[in-house]
């Protein structure tokens, strides 16, 4: 902690490190600054994140496009930077605040265009002893899996993520009334968009609870309608999301269910549409600098409204319906990185061809991911 006449020395180092090269930048990166003045103790902290990749897919899409749902190493065949993260957070027991910045493909696949940079800022002030109130850009509050690989028991994320939101912008109420509850509250413009596009706004909710130190469990959900305002019908949509992360001595779980429900969605647009969709994903440590890892998963979207209504082999109009398994093994040089191989085998119904391979269209994909991540 750094005391008031200390202040002025201390600003100045900072001024001249951040002026100075890239390796006076890493070690502010390394530090945490403290202030005391008039009661508030704050601190200033900066931090990074990258994960690199190389991944393989049997679809053929083309060289350098994307894969069909792309987030984690969207590109088949090539090297890549799944994403460059740079955040900049101030704490204090009164105000905080977080500017994240981001850039790869995560960003340019599934994230906003507008602030494409953006990953996330927002400020908030203490408003009661146990409430905050937060305002800006977020990262989702929504469902099990996190976005980023080292956020995850595994680098690929299931197909239920990828339809989920990853992004929003609103207000939020943060509640904690002690060391293993919390709430919060949201206001938003929309589902996975900062902007709005109507003149509605949408609300959600997320609240944990702390088993112990062994994990948590959660619910989480959405409530809104984002339907343009040209769109006379109305889509209120209505998602819900249960999730565990629990660890048991060498092994950590994670389980989650989604169901989500939308008015007036089906595929004659009348009658609403159900969307289901479930992970489980194990990891077991089998020795200090190695792990192993497997995930199951189910998405069906029968009517289409989230995945997409595709005309299948049968001629039948069709939401998406699929499985999908996944095997990875990890290897941790220290604790702030990591390397990982994975190995996914997604099957759709047997109708749904939405893939294609050695010239012929087919319902499963074979993918093979390496990623190589490091966070300071």
């Known amino acids: 902690m750094i005391r008031l006449k200390n202040i002025k020395r201390n600003i100045i180092l900072l001024l001249v490190a951040l002026t100075s090269n890239n390796t006076g930048i890493a070690q502010i990166a390394d530090?945490?600054?403290?202030?005391?003045?008039?009661?508030?103790?704050?601190?200033?902290?900066?931090?990074?994140y990258v994960d690199a990749y190389y991944s393989y897919y049997t679809d053929s899409v083309g060289v350098g496009d994307f894969q069909k749902f792309p987030t984690i190493s969207p590109v088949s065949n090539q090297f890549g930077i799944n994403i460059a993260v740079l955040s900049a957070e101030y704490n204090s027991n009164k105000a905080r605040g977080i500017v994240t910045l981001h850039y790869g493909d995560i960003p340019q696949a599934m994230w906003s265009s507008k602030y494409n940079a953006i990953m996330e800022a927002h400020a908030g002030i203490k408003i009661h002893p146990?409430?905050?109130?937060?305002?800006?850009?977020?990262?989702?509050?929504?469902?099990t899996e996190g976005l980023m690989p080292k956020e995850n028991l595994l680098s690929s994320i299931s197909i239920n993520?990828?339809?989920?939101?990853?992004f929003e912008a609103g207000a939020r109420l943060n509640y904690i009334p002690n060391d293993k509850i919390s709430i919060s509250l949201y206001a938003l413009n929309g589902y996975n968009t900062f902007e709005d596009n109507n003149k509605k706004k949408s609300f959600g909710l997320l609240a944990t609870y702390a088993l112990s130190d062994k994990g948590n469990i959660g619910y989480s959900n959405y409530i809104g309608d984002d339907t343009p305002e040209a769109d006379s019908i109305s889509h209120m949509r209505i998602h819900n999301n249960l999730f565990m992360n629990y660890q048991m001595n060498k092994m950590k779980y994670q389980i989650g269910i989604d169901?989500?429900?939308?008015?007036n969605s089906d595929t004659t647009h009348s009658k609403s549409a159900n969307m289901f969709s479930g992970i489980i994903t194990a990891k077991y440590q089998v020795v200090k600098k190695f792990a192993i890892a497997a995930r199951g998963e189910l998405f069906s979207d029968p009517q289409g409204f989230m995945s997409a209504v595709i005309v299948d082999?049968?001629?039948?109009?069709?939401?998406?319906?699929?499985?999908?398994?996944?095997l990875g093994i990890e290897y941790i040089p220290i604790d702030n990185a990591y390397i990982r191989l994975e190995a996914r085998q997604i099957q759709m119904d047997k109708n749904e061809e939405i893939f294609?391979?050695?010239?012929?269209?087919?319902?499963?994909?074979?993918?093979?991911?390496?990623?190589?991540g490091i966070s300071f």
Request: glycine fraction near 8%; proline fraction near 0%.
């Open 313 to 326: 082999k049968a001629g039948k109009s069709t939401g998406y319906n699929m499985w999908g398994a996944t």
């Open 31 to 48: 530090s945490t600054i403290s202030i005391e003045i008039n009661k508030v103790e704050s601190n200033f902290k900066i931090s990074g």
């Open 161 to 166: 993520t990828f339809y989920e939101i990853a």
């Open 130 to 143: 146990k409430i905050w109130l937060d305002a800006g850009l977020f990262r989702t509050h929504f469902g």
């Open 259 to 263: 169901y989500c429900t939308q008015s």
């Open 356 to 372: 294609y391979w050695d010239k012929e269209s087919t319902s499963s994909r074979t993918e093979f991911l390496i990623n190589m």
